[in-house]
C-alpha cells in the first residue's frame, strides 16, 4: 500500500486528514453566511416595524427630506415610535434637519445603532459615516446596493411603529434594492411641488410603483403656497399682485390682520396628478422659508412652532396616510 | 362618485364576471371585459379617449382567454386585478369600481392627459 498512489482516508487511520476547504471557498462561504444572516435580521427587522413608508419623488429639488423628517416628526408627536431611514447615499441630509450634524454611528457587537434626533426620532444616514460633509460619496451600483442592504440589516432598530425612507430623487436601484429587501412595504409617498416638470417625474414614480408592486399610499404637494400676512387698518382691502399676473385682494379684519396664499408655481398639481392615476391625494404643504432656516440649524419647524401652520399641515397629511395604512386596509373584504 | 360610498364586503369571482355586494346589502355585477375596459392605468386610459380606439381597446380585451384574475386589496383604497395575460398594472379605486357596478363612465367623461412617457 506504501507504494500505492492512490491515499484512503480511514476513520481514525494513519492517513492524512481530508483538505478543508480553499482560502476561496472559505471566503464564499462565510459570505453565503453573512448573507444569510442579513437575510433573517431583515425578515426580523419587517417583525418589529409596523408600519414601512418609503417617500420619493421623480425630481430633486421638491423638498423630500423634509416632507420625510416632518412625517417622521410629526408621527412622533402622536406618540408613536418612529425611525428614519436616509437612503440618499450621496446627498443625505437628514441628520442636519433632525439636529444630528457630526455625529457618528454606534457599533455594538456588529449592530449599528441609530442616533436620536428630535422628539426620539432614531436616524441612520451615510452622513454618520462621512469624514467631513464636503466629501462625495462615489460609488458604483453594487457597492452602493450592498450599504444599502447593510443599512436595512445590520442596523438595531428594536421596537417602531413606523419607519420612513426617505430615498434620492429618481426611479433608480435604490428603492428597487429596498423594495426587494424589507419585507411588508406599506406604501410610497410620492413628493412633488405644483410645477409640470416635477409632476410629469411624480407619474413616472408612481408608474414605478406599480412595476415594484408596492402601493402608491398617495400624492405630497410641497412648496404648494406661501401665505403672506400683515396688518392694516380694519376694513381696508389690499392688493397684492400675484405670480402670473394674476392680483390678490384681502380685506383685513376686525384687529386689522389679513393674509393672502400666493401659489408661487402653480395650484392644485399635485392633486390633478394624483386624480389622473386614482391615487390618493395626500395633502398639500405650504411654502414655509422657516423649513430652509430649521434645516440650516438643525431645528426642524415642526419642533420650533410644534402648532404652527406647517405642523398642521403635516398632521393633516400624515392623518391620511394613516388612513390608507394597512390595518385592517380591506375593511374585512372577502374575496372569493 | 356617489355622495356617500358603501363598503364592499364580498368580491365574487366567478367565471366570466364578479359580483359585489355592499354593505347597504346592495349587489352588482361586473363583467371582466367591463373591468378591464375600464384599466385605468397609463397605458389603456389614452385609449378611451377616443371612440376609435376605445372600441380598440375593447376587440383586444375581448379577445383575451376567460380567466378569473387574482384580487388583491391596495392599501385601503383601492383593487388590484392580476391577469395571466394583457394588462394588470390598474389599481382601481374603489369608487371606480362602484361607478363600473352601476353603469358609469368610470372617467367621468375626463380625457386622459399625457405623462412624461
Request: proline share 7%; aromatic share 6%; net charge negative.
Amino acid at each position: 500500500m506504501a507504494d500505492s498512489p492512490v491515499s484512503i482516508n480511514t476513520p481514525g487511520g494513519a492517513n492524512e486528514p481530508p483538505a478543508g476547504p480553499s482560502p476561496q471557498e472559505q471566503k464564499q462561504m462565510e459570505q453565503a453566511y453573512a448573507q444569510m444572516k442579513r437575510k433573517m435580521a431583515m425578515e426580523e427587522i419587517g417583525r418589529k416595524i409596523k408600519h414601512k413608508i418609503m417617500v420619493l419623488s421623480g425630481k430633486g429639488g421638491v423638498g423630500k427630506s423634509t416632507v420625510s423628517t416632518g412625517l417622521a416628526l410629526s408621527l412622533a408627536q402622536q406618540g408613536h415610535t418612529v425611525g428614519i431611514l436616509d437612503i440618499d447615499i450621496t446627498g443625505p441630509n437628514v441628520p442636519k434637519m433632525m439636529g444630528l450634524d457630526g455625529r457618528r454611528l454606534h457599533v455594538e457587537n456588529k449592530r449599528i445603532h441609530p442616533a436620536q434626533g428630535h422628539l426620539g426620532v432614531k436616524v441612520i444616514s451615510m452622513a454618520f459615516l462621512l469624514e467631513d460633509e464636503d466629501t462625495p460619496v462615489v460609488w458604483r451600483g453594487p457597492i452602493k446596493l450592498g450599504a444599502i442592504q447593510q443599512f436595512i440589516g445590520d442596523v438595531e432598530w428594536g421596537e417602531l411603529d413606523y419607519l420612513i425612507i426617505d430615498f434620492p430623487p429618481g426611479t433608480s436601484d435604490e428603492p428597487l434594492t429596498v423594495a426587494q429587501s424589507l419585507p411588508d412595504i406599506d406604501g410610497m409617498v410620492i413628493v412633488t411641488t405644483p410645477q409640470q416638470v416635477a409632476l410629469l417625474d411624480s407619474r413616472k414614480s408612481i408608474t414605478f410603483s406599480e412595476s415594484l408592486k408596492v402601493p402608491v399610499l398617495g400624492v405630497v404637494e410641497n412648496m404648494s403656497g406661501f401665505t403672506v400676512n400683515g396688518q392694516a387698518a380694519p376694513g381696508t382691502e389690499v392688493s397684492i399682485a400675484a405670480p402670473g399676473g394674476k392680483t390678490l385682494t384681502a380685506t383685513a379684519d376686525n384687529d386689522g390682520n389679513f393674509s393672502v396664499t400666493l401659489d408661487i408655481f402653480k395650484e392644485g398639481g399635485g392633486k390633478d396628478t394624483a386624480d389622473e392615476f386614482g391615487v390618493p391625494f395626500l395633502g398639500a404643504l405650504p411654502f414655509d422659508p422657516g423649513f430652509v432656516r430649521g434645516g440650516d440649524d438643525g431645528v426642524h419647524r415642526i419642533v420650533s412652532e410644534p402648532e404652527g401652520p406647517s405642523a398642521k399641515a403635516f398632521a393633516k397629511v400624515v392623518a391620511a396616510i394613516q388612513d390608507q395604512l394597512s390595518d385592517g386596509a380591506d375593511g374585512g373584504l372577502e374575496i372569493i | 362618485m356617489a355622495d356617500t360610498l358603501p363598503t364592499l364586503k364580498k368580491l365574487e369571482r366567478r367565471a366570466q364576471d364578479m359580483v359585489l355586494t355592499y354593505d347597504d346589502d346592495s349587489q352588482y355585477t361586473v363583467t371582466y371585459d367591463d373591468l378591464r375596459h375600464a384599466c385605468p392605468c397609463a397605458k389603456c386610459s389614452p385609449m378611451r379617449n377616443e371612440d376609435d380606439t376605445s372600441r380598440t381597446l375593447r376587440r383586444q380585451i375581448e379577445a383575451l382567454p376567460a380567466e378569473k384574475p387574482t384580487v388583491r386589496t391596495v392599501g385601503k383604497y383601492a383593487l388590484a386585478f392580476e391577469w395571466k395575460q394583457g394588462c394588470s398594472s390598474g389599481i382601481y379605486r374603489f369608487e371606480r369600481v362602484y361607478d363600473l357596478a352601476n353603469r358609469r363612465d368610470p372617467d367621468r367623461g375626463k380625457p386622459y392627459v399625457h405623462g412624461a412617457w
